[in-house]
């Protein structure tokens, strides 16, 4: 249950006055900080000042207006749990990496987590921490407690921070009211019939930490710092009214405090204190005796050794375990993860006749932004090193079915309210309408015009080279045509992202296959920036120079189910292309399958992803360029180097590569976090790296080996194929002309990439005259009988009757 009042700080300077006057509010354990008045530091100095806050939440507004950094810094410094204002808050939150379980939703009277229950509060009992008083929390704390005792005692358990117990007593209202003034453990004697004071005779003095109640509120527990010379709480003076507890981390922590104060001089206790240099150098001999350390009894033997000194370090630095437990506490809260490899000193150096990926990984320096390193003979290693992140649609449905579902019933309203909350811009209109104000234009140099231009040129000629505009006639049977003519899709919505990277390279991507398939009106959709609330210049120049109608100001999944559906200023289409996050993707899935939709989408989509088969005459610069081209896309995105007989120093040389020009990145945080779990798998032959490729099935396959036109025979599954040293897949992004938006997740196996028929449909067609009736009449009448489809062997039947052809057989 908990404690039943939740204090709210409601700006920094009540964080710092309140919490300093009134220090009984720690005794509740927990706190609300309000996020939109508190600012970042001030909530992580709060945690780290007040140790006695062990459950700190963070209220958000209603749009939040902090930055992705900012969130992360308070999840990984110590809030516990954001509670939001609306459901739809969580879509980006959980995009970002928050872990469901982090986010709670206020949702009538009660904060409950969107995906279960966390911690309830009702509104009465958040409380703003100015108006509190020690009378407000125990009237608050007697309105949960009950008992059945005819003395109307309230049974209490008392332990200590390690939540050891120390003994069972009984708590009246007014030894409650006290222990809240006095902060102090006082309790209600039976025996004495009065208030007792724990240790004000005895000198076993009681600061109080906590007050709680079990989950039925029947009992309390008081978490308690036992003081004094002995610090004994039962009256046989013992720790404990159930006997000493065992020596343990805790015991050895006390003994250790002891010894600080009056260790003898020459004792080695008192030696390790007086000698950091000892100290040191012990603790270095017990860890690596621990890690050599074979059978359990041997480990277990090292490792209490190596925690004996630990501990003697952790005293004489004046850290307590309860600081180290904190940390721990802290640490696990983290939503950041660092890779965790070793520093090279520590690293045992492979001899030189194990494998080539063991002596590679060797090169790699802690903190150095490098791929792992596997070899083909690893099977787990290269099984891990080609699985795709798992992504889990069903929770990701949980968040997008409700956006979809307001936009479809609520349109323009919903739309609008959705852009003011994910894309923190409130705009008057959801849509820009077709020609584009010229204001948009601007800032817009004839540099990007000029590159533009060509890029599109460049896609409409490779694009409008596949139009299929010719009628396929085929004469089955003698008097039988049939026939096949495209058509082009009628109404198609191109979804452009514009999260973390502006990509006006889609937008051309998208729109000039469409404008070359003469698709009848087409729409684009952009989330707006925040700084303005206007699309970016760039797609603006695109989708005036396809012929775009309209631009629908929105991202995520409101602007797909804009489009699905239809809004009262977006008109419905047809068919909804592009890339986007695991939100958009969801939403494409969503309305696909919606017969009330009828709607299709171009493919299914996932992280981006590169695969590289480089050989030893591959340039190192050439493949990291390549590698890193594809990781700054996304932290998701995968990044796969499969190397031919690479030796040692090639391998190093990438490795090398890799990290410098990373260095030399703005997207560095992003590049670096992709590459912890991107891999080099070395292989020793051609024929093995195509397989692996095939097997795998990626996005983009880089070529940069040998010959390398020579083995695009080899490739069965790609998505786009660039060959040679010369064939970035940068090219095929923007200029080259073959298109970008490709079928990723593996899915390269069943898709296409993005071409011209993608915006086209193919309608058959035939032609059947009497002497055509005659060959293939009696073959339809056949298989209808079997079939039991009376109507459709009649449709044949009475036509040959009329015509006189129609054997007995069939009368």
Known sequence: MGFPILPFFTSSEELKTVAGSKPYLGLTGQ????LTKVSVDDAIAFIENNSAYKFVCGLLGASNTLSDDDVVRLLNNGVSVLFLQDCSMAAPLVQLGVPKE??????????????????????SQIVEASALSTDKLADALFSSLKTDRDDKLYTTLVVDTHERCLGLVYSSKESIKQAFEQQVGVYYSRSR?????????????????????????????????????????????????????????????????????????????????????????????????????????????????????????????????????????????????????????????????????????????DGSISLNVVSDQDKKGVSEALSRPIQKTADIMHLVNPIVERVRNEGDKALLEFTQKFDGVKLDSPVLEAPFPKEYFEGLTDEMKEALDLSMENVRKFHEAQLQKETLEVVTQPGVVCSRFPRPIEKVGLYIPGGTAVLPSTALMLGVPARVAECQEIVFASPPRKSDGKVSPEVVYVAQKVGASKIVLAGGAQAVAAMAYGTESIPKVDKILGPGNQFVTAAKMYVQNDTQALCSIDMPAGPSEVLVIADEKADADFVASDLLSQAEHGVDSQVILVGVALSEKKVAEIQDAVHRQALELPRVDI????????????????????????DYAPEHLILQIENAQDYVKLVFNAGSVFVGAYTPESCGDYSSGTNHTLPTYGYARQYSGVNTSTFQKFITSQVVNPQGLENIGRAVMSVAKVEGLDAHRNAVKIRMQKLGLLPESFQ
């Open 102 to 123: 982090r986010l709670a939703v206020l949702e009538g009277a009660t904060y409950t987590c969107n995906f279960g229950v966390v911690q309830k509060f009702s509104t």
């Open 193 to 365: 019939n009065e208030i007792w004071v724990k240790g004000l005779t005895s000198g076993n003095t009681q600061k109080l930490v906590n007050i709680n109640i079990d989950c039925d509120g029947d009992a309390l527990k008081f978490v308690v710092v036992q003081e004094g010379k002995k610090s004994d709480f039962c009256h046989l003076n013992t720790t404990s009214c159930y006997g000493e507890f065992q020596q343990g981390l805790v015991g050895l922590e006390g003994l250790l405090r002891q010894r600080l104060e009056n260790a003898p001089e020459k004792s080695y206790t008192r030696r390790l204190f007086s000698d950091p240099e000892l100290l040191t150098a012990k603790i270095k001999e017990e860890a690596e005796e621990l890690t050599e350390a074979a059978d359990k009894k041997e480990v277990a033997w090292e490792a209490a050794d190596l925690f004996y000194f630990a501990m003697v370090k952790l005293v004489a630095s004046g850290v307590s375990l309860d600081d180290v437990e904190r940390n721990l506490h802290v640490k696990h809260l983290k939503i950041t993860r660092r890779k965790g490899d070793a520093k090279e000193k520590f690293l045992q150096k492979k001899p030189s006749e194990e494998s080539k990926a063991e002596a590679a990984a060797e090169t790699v320096d």
């Open 31 to 34: 706190a609300l900080l309000d």
């Open 671 to 694: 590049v670096r976090k992709c590459i912890a779990h991107s891999s080099i798998i070395l292989c020793d032959s051609y024929e093995t790296a195509f397989d692996m490729s095939n």
